[in-house]
């Protein structure tokens, strides 16, 4: 879970699931089938004979990229209604329901997009396919449950202010972005979450849930033309939604900045990054090996020098997450207070030193292959393989993104990186959360 990911309302849950099954390799799987329904809704199929388990994940273009400061919150809140009941039960019932199909489903808005997901074994993915038809066509979304959970959230949101690294991200965000939409939190602000009333999550729904910004991902031990036929009988129906142009959204200025909190807290936090490229931008990849080298896991400079061998730093990593967007390349340390200075000094250091003297070739081999070897375990499972699907199509990636993101990684030389730094890595926004 990314920095910025809200974690979802989950309805049932099996250990089984919940750790995750092993699937199949990409090039064991079976038949991938893509389909545009008339109503414009599109459906993924991927077959994977190995594990018994199917997943199901259904994204909308819905989320904090098409929310304001008055409206932040509204995809999760949203979410957080629907799974609470539908027009056929109850979210007790619900939660029974998928429970007896040795399942879960849950239901979340995100930075770029919302989504219900949902899982089973693989003798019950009709019924399944079916539960989440229900809940993405027939929410209840009752002005009581909207009340509960706005509550609900409230607390959440406060607890996410209490946790210091919680805090730091999206402290940092908001002063990274600015006025653009990322530099809201997911979760919303007290002033957002207090205007939202039923009628507005009512007016979000109507305007998400429509067939031309969906899309419907399904892997698992499935024929691929049954689960295509099903879903368009529980689909199909939709009636289109019409022709949907979203607004251009004025990209986030960069400037250099330094902001400082404080807060009761047993460590400090020290956040410092710059703007990123894009998901399909040509540099991605680059920026991707960039981070690797960075904070990709104990390997990684970051936890290497600043942690190991200096002992500045608890923690030590680099997030650089894909969005349709500009996204953002952030490298975190947590530290004691007391070495808080020292810990940012020499967190600016290996970021000027990764921006003035090249990599060796030793050092991006491994990065390479650290980053490709967590992209291909992230892939193995059924509900992995089923988000991605939905993902790389929401974000308007081509088909296989999968095949050119490894093509692309492979690629990039130690004139990418040195490049890249230099690039991506100035101006920078530092953040840091003292503790008093």
């Given at each position: 879970?990314?920095?910025?990911?809200?974690?979802?309302?989950?309805?049932?849950?099996v250990?089984l699931?919940?750790?995750?099954v092993?699937?199949?390799?990409?090039?064991?799987a079976?038949q991938?089938?893509?389909?545009r329904l008339?109503?414009?809704l599109?459906?993924?199929?991927?077959?994977n004979?190995?594990a018994?388990?199917?997943?199901?994940?259904?994204?909308?273009?819905?989320?904090?990229?098409?929310?304001?400061?008055?409206?932040a919150?509204?995809?999760?809140?949203?979410?957080?209604?629907?799974?609470?009941?539908?027009?056929?039960?109850s979210g007790?019932e619900?939660?029974?329901?998928?429970?007896?199909l040795?399942?879960?489903?849950?239901?979340?808005g995100?930075?770029d997009?919302?989504e219900?997901?949902?899982?089973?074994?693989?003798?019950f993915?009709?019924d399944?396919?079916?539960?989440?038809?229900?809940?993405?066509?027939?929410?209840?979304?009752l002005?009581?449950?909207?009340?509960?959970?706005?509550?609900w959230?409230?607390?959440?949101?406060?607890?996410r202010?209490?946790?210091?690294p919680?805090?730091?991200?999206d402290?940092?965000?908001?002063a990274?972005?600015?006025?653009?939409?990322?530099?809201l939190?997911?979760?919303?602000?007290?002033e957002?979450?207090?205007?939202?009333?039923?009628?507005?999550?009512?007016?979000?729904?109507?305007a998400?849930?429509?067939?031309?910004?969906?899309?419907?991902a399904?892997?698992?031990?499935?024929?691929?033309?049954?689960?295509?036929?099903?879903?368009?009988r529980?689909?199909?129906?939709m009636?289109?939604?019409?022709a949907?142009?979203?607004?251009?959204?004025?990209?986030?200025?960069?400037?250099?900045?330094r902001?400082?909190?404080?807060?009761?807290?047993?460590?400090a936090?020290?956040?410092?990054?710059?703007l990123?490229?894009?998901?399909?931008?040509?540099?991605?990849?680059a920026?991707?090996?960039?981070?690797t080298?960075?904070?990709g896991?104990?390997?990684g400079?970051?936890?290497?020098e600043?942690?190991?061998r200096?002992?500045?730093?608890?923690t030590?990593?680099?997030?650089?997450?894909?969005?349709?967007?500009?996204g953002?390349?952030?490298?975190?340390?947590?530290?004691?207070?007391?070495?808080?200075?020292k810990?940012?000094?020499?967190?600016?250091?290996e970021?000027?030193?990764?921006?003035r003297?090249?990599?060796?070739?030793?050092?991006?081999?491994?990065?390479?292959?650290y980053?490709l070897g967590?992209?291909?375990?992230d892939?193995?499972?059924n509900e992995?393989l089923a988000?991605?699907?939905a993902?790389?199509?929401?974000?308007?990636?081509a088909?296989?993104?999968?095949?050119r993101y490894r093509?692309?990684?492979?690629?990039?030389?130690?004139?990418?990186?040195?490049?890249v730094?230099?690039?991506?890595?100035?101006?920078?926004?530092?953040?840091?959360?003292?503790?008093?």
């Amino acid at each position: 879970m990314t920095p910025r990911s809200c974690r979802p309302a989950v309805l049932g849950l099996v250990g089984l699931l919940a750790t995750g099954v092993l699937a199949a390799p990409s090039n064991a799987a079976g038949q991938m089938r893509w389909e545009r329904l008339d109503n414009g809704l599109t459906v993924i199929v991927r077959e994977n004979a190995v594990a018994p388990v199917v997943a199901v994940s259904l994204l909308v273009r819905m989320g904090t990229r098409w929310e304001q400061p008055a409206t932040a919150g509204t995809s999760n809140f949203l979410h957080a209604v629907m799974v609470k009941g539908t027009a056929k039960r109850s979210g007790g019932e619900l939660a029974e329901a998928v429970a007896a199909l040795g399942g879960k489903i849950s239901a979340t808005g995100e930075v770029d997009y919302s989504e219900i997901r949902a899982s089973s074994l693989t003798r019950f993915w009709r019924d399944l396919l079916g539960l989440v038809a229900e809940l993405a066509l027939e929410p209840k979304l009752l002005p009581d449950d909207v009340d509960r959970e706005r509550e609900w959230l409230l607390s959440r949101l406060q607890k996410r202010r209490d946790n210091a690294p919680s805090r730091a991200f999206d402290e940092f965000f908001a002063a990274l972005y600015g006025s653009h939409p990322y530099a809201l939190p997911v979760l919303g602000t007290s002033e957002s979450l207090a205007r939202i009333d039923h009628a507005a999550l009512v007016a979000a729904y109507r305007a998400g849930y429509r067939p031309n910004r969906m899309v419907l991902a399904v892997s698992g031990q499935v024929a691929a033309s049954e689960v295509l036929a099903e879903a368009r009988r529980l689909f199909g129906g939709m009636a289109p939604g019409g022709a949907s142009t979203d607004p251009p959204i004025p990209a986030p200025v960069t400037s250099a900045k330094r902001v400082e909190v404080e807060m009761p807290a047993q460590q400090a936090q020290i956040l410092a990054g710059a703007l990123a490229p894009p998901l399909g931008h040509p540099d991605h990849a680059a920026v991707k090996v960039l981070s690797t080298i960075l904070g990709g896991g104990m390997a990684g400079r970051l936890f290497a020098e600043l942690r190991d061998r200096k002992g500045l730093a608890y923690t030590a990593t680099s997030y650089y997450d894909p969005v349709r967007e500009p996204g953002a390349l952030v490298l975190y340390l947590g530290t004691a207070p007391e070495n808080a200075q020292k810990a940012e000094a020499a967190l600016l250091a290996e970021i000027e030193r990764i921006r003035r003297e090249p990599v060796s070739a030793e050092e991006l081999a491994r990065a390479k292959g650290y980053l490709l070897g967590r992209y291909a375990m992230d892939r193995r499972t059924n509900e992995r393989l089923a988000w991605y699907l939905a993902f790389y199509d929401i974000e308007g990636q081509a088909r296989d993104f999968p095949d050119r993101y490894r093509r692309a990684v492979l690629a990039v030389s130690v004139a990418d990186v040195l490049r890249v730094a230099r690039q991506y890595l100035d101006p920078l926004t530092t953040l840091v959360v003292r503790a008093r």
